[in-house]
Nanobody, 121 residues
Framework: QVQLVESGGGLVQAGGSLRLSCAAS????????MGWYRQAPGKQRELVAT???????NYADSVKGRFTISRDNAKNTVYLAMNSLKPEDTAVYYC???????????????WGQGTQVTVSS
C-alpha cells in the first residue's frame, strides 16, 4: 500500500556533511509524524529526530545543533541534513512515517529500507 524509498547515505570524513531523503508513495491520505532513527552495529535502534505535521521538531541530544530534519508535504518527503559528522554517527539510518491511509482509513507506521552512513576518523 505504501512504499518508502531512502537515499543519500554514504561514506564521509569526520566533519563532513550528508543529506538523507525519504519519499513516501502509495495509498496516502495524509502523513502525520515523520522521523529518522539509526542503528549502529551491536546497538539498539535509537531515535534521531522527528517532525510532526504541525508543531516543533524533536532531536536526540547527541545530534542537536548538527542535524536538521525537514519535510516537504507536497512531495511526501522527509529530509535529514547532517553536518559536523562524527565517527559515532556511523549507523544504518531508517526513516519512520506515520500515515493515514486513503483506502482503509487506518493509521499505520512504515519504515524505510535503511541507508548506511559511515563516518571515517
Amino acid at each position: 500500500q505504501v512504499q518508502l524509498v531512502e537515499s543519500g547515505g554514504g561514506l564521509v570524513q569526520a566533519g563532513g556533511s550528508l543529506r538523507l531523503s525519504c519519499a513516501a508513495s502509495g495509498s496516502i491520505f495524509s502523513i502525520k509524524t515523520m522521523g529518522w532513527y539509526r542503528q549502529a552495529p551491536g546497538k539498539q535502534r535509537e531515535l534521531v529526530a522527528t517532525i510532526p505535521s504541525g508543531g516543533s521538531t524533536n532531536y536526540a541530544d547527541s545530534v542537536k545543533g548538527r542535524f536538521t530534519i525537514s519535510r516537504d508535504n507536497a512531495k511526501n518527503t522527509v529530509y535529514l541534513a547532517m553536518n559536523s559528522l562524527k565517527p559515532e554517527d556511523t549507523a544504518v539510518y531508517y526513516c519512520n512515517v506515520l500515515i493515514f491511509l486513503r483506502d482503509t482509513w487506518e493509521t499505520q507506521v512504515y519504515w524505510g529500507q535503511g541507508t548506511q552512513v559511515t563516518v571515517s576518523s
